[in-house]
């Protein structure tokens, strides 16, 4: 069974720097890996989904990498704001037993507080 | 384009009783799927129903089962509530069925409280 890992679970910078969050799985034969962000008390907001054939996607200051080898992605967010300040979180389809996609598995998240 | 919308957004109730929660999926998608989602952790799968029927299900006891309306809606519900079922209950939706490699976008949750 497919298993998530995010470190670190908290980071604290001031506003302005370059981040790099990161996540590892356990199953190198994933399907796609997905990037959300959650606020305090409310549901997930999907950042960026990347395909097991792709390798990186990006959408304005946020990257995601995919490294299927090593069994790591990163999310990286350039000149950090005040209002990037959440929850992050990874997720991956579990690969059923039939090889099929099943739920997936989350991270339990990086808090990350970017101060003004 | 509406959203994946969930009801209701918070509710108690006591040990024993039963709840149902609801979901309606993005415009155009066939697939829903429940997350719960303790304090601090990330969220769990529940199960994901396509076509009205249950297609997967995560590690959950059999107090906890669901529906699928021909109009893709989705019901979630939980009898016997014990206080560790109090949680975040996210709905997810997207397009594809079984096996859902599609991106899933999420409703804002319904808080439960279990007293």
């Given at each position: 069974?497919?298993?998530?890992?995010?470190?670190?679970?908290?980071?604290?910078?001031?506003?302005?720097?370059?981040?790099?969050?990161?996540?590892?799985?356990?199953?190198?034969?994933?399907?796609?890996?997905?990037?959300?962000?959650?606020?305090?008390?409310?549901?997930?907001?999907?950042?960026?989904?990347?395909?097991?054939?792709?390798?990186?996607?990006?959408?304005?200051?946020?990257?995601?990498?995919?490294?299927?080898?090593?069994?790591?992605?990163?999310?990286?967010?350039?000149?950090?704001?005040?209002?990037?300040?959440?929850?992050?979180?990874?997720?991956?389809?579990?690969?059923?037993?039939?090889?099929?996609?099943?739920?997936?598995?989350?991270?339990?998240?990086?808090?990350?507080?970017?101060?003004? | 384009?509406?959203?994946?919308?969930?009801?209701?957004?918070?509710?108690?109730?006591?040990?024993?009783?039963?709840?149902?929660?609801?979901?309606s999926p993005k415009s155009g998608h066939d697939?829903?799927?429940?997350?719960?989602?303790?304090?601090?952790?990330?969220?769990?799968?529940?199960?994901?129903?396509?076509?009205?029927?249950?297609?997967?299900?995560?590690?959950?006891?059999?107090?906890?089962?669901?529906?699928?309306?021909?109009?893709?809606?989705?019901?979630?519900?939980?009898?016997?509530?014990?206080?560790?079922?109090?949680?975040?209950?996210?709905?997810?939706?997207?397009?594809?069925?079984?096996?859902?490699?599609?991106?899933?976008?999420?409703?804002?949750?319904?808080?439960?409280?279990?007293?």
């Open positions: 069974k497919q298993e998530v890992t995010q470190i670190p679970a908290a980071l604290s910078v001031p506003e302005g720097e370059n981040l790099v969050l990161n996540c590892s799985f356990t199953d190198s034969a994933i399907y796609n890996l997905q990037w959300f962000r959650q606020d305090p008390g409310k549901g997930l907001t999907s950042l960026l989904l990347i395909q097991s054939s792709q390798r990186e996607q990006t959408s304005g200051r946020l990257n995601a990498s995919l490294d299927k080898s090593s069994g790591r992605s990163t999310l990286y967010i350039a000149a950090s704001q005040p209002g990037d300040s959440a929850t992050y979180l990874c997720a991956s389809p579990n690969v059923g037993s039939g090889g099929g996609a099943d739920g997936l598995t989350f991270g339990k998240g990086t808090h990350l507080i970017i101060q003004p | 384009d509406a959203g994946v919308t969930q009801s209701p957004t918070h509710l108690i109730k006591t040990r024993g009783q039963q709840v149902t929660l609801r979901c697939t829903v799927s429940w997350y719960q989602q303790a304090l601090g952790q990330g969220p769990q799968f529940i199960f994901q129903y396509y076509e009205e029927e249950e297609r997967q299900r995560g590690n959950f006891p059999d107090r906890f089962s669901g529906h699928q309306f021909p109009n893709y809606s989705s019901e979630l519900n939980v009898n016997a509530l014990l206080l560790g079922d109090s949680a975040l209950y996210l709905c997810a939706s997207s397009l594809g069925g079984y096996p859902n490699t599609g991106e899933l976008f999420f409703g804002e949750g319904s808080r439960l409280t279990v007293l």
